[in-house]
């Protein structure tokens, strides 16, 4: 089926009795490059077609959630004066979540 290079370098740990928890967290974090290092590293030297895992617009396909949006608001946080994230319902939860990660990452960064 169809999924992201962390998921495939995933089933391939546990294919191999290995924990892959650890690999889930860290490679979030990871530019492609880094990913397949590391993918490579652990012994999951495995075939993934970049260019299937593509959009029909050409985008990179993503799975979005609060870790998502969290990750991606501190990464782009040198670069933009304010961030936010869209949700689909206003969920105080899921917000609450987002500022506190992100404050505690980024201080003094403006969230809208």
Do not use: N
């Given at each position: 089926?169809?999924?992201?290079?962390?998921?495939?370098?995933?089933?391939?740990?546990?294919?191999?009795?290995?924990?892959?928890?650890?690999?889930?967290?860290?490679?979030?974090?990871m530019?492609?490059?880094?990913?397949?290092?590391?993918?490579?590293?652990?012994?999951?030297?495995?075939?993934?077609?970049?260019?299937?895992?593509?959009?029909?617009?050409?985008?990179?396909?993503i799975?979005?959630?609060?870790?998502?949006?969290?990750?991606?608001?501190?990464?782009?946080?040198?670069?933009?004066?304010?961030?936010?994230?869209?949700?689909?319902?206003?969920?105080?939860?899921?917000?609450t979540?987002?500022?506190?990660?992100?404050?505690?990452?980024?201080?003094?960064?403006?969230?809208?």
């Amino acid at each position: 089926g169809c999924m992201t290079f962390p998921e495939a370098v995933s089933k391939a740990l546990k294919a191999k009795g290995k924990d892959s928890k650890q690999w889930e967290k860290d490679s979030r974090k990871m530019s492609i490059d880094q990913m397949r290092k590391a993918a490579a590293d652990m012994g999951c030297d495995i075939f993934f077609d970049w260019d299937s895992a593509r959009s029909v617009e050409g985008y990179y396909r993503i799975k979005g959630s609060t870790e998502f949006c969290i990750e991606r608001a501190i990464a782009f946080a040198p670069y933009a004066d304010c961030i936010w994230m869209e949700t689909g319902k206003p969920i105080l939860g899921q917000a609450t979540q987002f500022a506190q990660e992100v404050r505690a990452a980024v201080p003094h960064q403006m969230l809208a």
